[in-house]
């Protein structure tokens, strides 16, 4: 149980493309999912907090307009790298909170995407 | 901001226990301990998590000090699989979006033939 899925696993695209990124849930229900990056030999960054049915909620630093994110349903959540740029090249991670676990609310982590920008 | 601090690196025999401290002096008294582990180019991997009592499961032990000043994560008998960075969080509460993560350096621990 608990796992979660991340689409696509890898990803090249150009400068000045858009690329997004999926975020599922598969045997459970998350309101909240979050978002993070991680550099090479970097531990992760939280990037946003992704909740369903509102807006997401970033860290400092991060642009909102440049990292879309949309949570369209309890199991899926997306990023949006927009007009991406080399500097965004990096492994972008989801992880999900299952509903329902208050006050212990583990997170599980997807397998994350390699984002290379050319 | 991550509120722990660990080791950057450890090196453990395989077949021995492997033992890997954390402090986190500044913990609040409902914040929870979870200790995950990222082999590499992977997603972090749960092992486990505590708020004042010891905890165990089929992967590893969990002590934490009375004071909850501090833990130590216990793998009783690493294989050359247990070979990852380890790292141990406190959760940080927000009143509006719950629960975060902030990740810490972690630590980098080898399993040794």
């Known amino acids: 149980g608990a796992v979660v899925s991340q689409h696509p696993s890898w990803v090249i695209c150009k400068s000045g493309t858009s690329v997004k990124i999926e975020c599922r849930s598969l045997?459970?229900?998350?309101?909240?999912m979050f978002w993070y990056r991680q550099f090479p030999k970097q531990s992760l960054m939280l990037m946003a907090t992704?909740?369903?049915?509102?807006?997401?909620?970033?860290e400092q630093g991060v642009e909102k307009d440049k990292f879309l994110i949309n949570h369209a349903s309890l199991t899926l959540s997306t990023l949006t790298v927009t007009s991406a740029h080399p500097e965004d090249s990096s492994f972008y991670i989801c992880s999900a909170r299952p509903d329902g676990q208050l006050p212990q609310e583990t997170q599980y982590f997807g397998p994350g995407t390699r984002l290379l920008v050319l | 901001d991550a509120k722990t601090t660990q080791p950057p690196s450890m090196d453990c025999a395989e077949g021995r226990a492997a033992n890997l401290p954390c402090n986190h002096s500044?913990?609040?008294?409902?914040?929870?301990v979870y200790w995950y582990r990222q082999i590499h180019s992977q997603g972090p991997q749960y092992i486990i998590h505590?708020?004042?009592n010891n905890e165990t499961n089929e992967m590893a032990s969990l002590i934490i000090t009375e004071d909850r000043k501090s833990s130590t994560l216990i793998l009783p008998h690493a294989t050359l699989r247990d070979t990852a960075v380890y790292y141990c969080?406190?959760?940080?509460?927000?009143?509006?979006?719950?629960?975060?993560?902030?990740f810490g350096t972690g630590t980098s621990l080898t399993v040794i033939p």
């Open positions: 045997d459970f229900q998350a309101t909240t």
């Open positions: 505590g708020l004042k």
């Open positions: 969080i406190v959760r940080v509460q927000f009143p509006n979006t719950g629960n975060q993560f902030y």
């Open positions: 992704s909740n369903e049915g509102s807006k997401a909620t970033y």
């Open positions: 500044t913990i609040s008294g409902n914040e929870y």
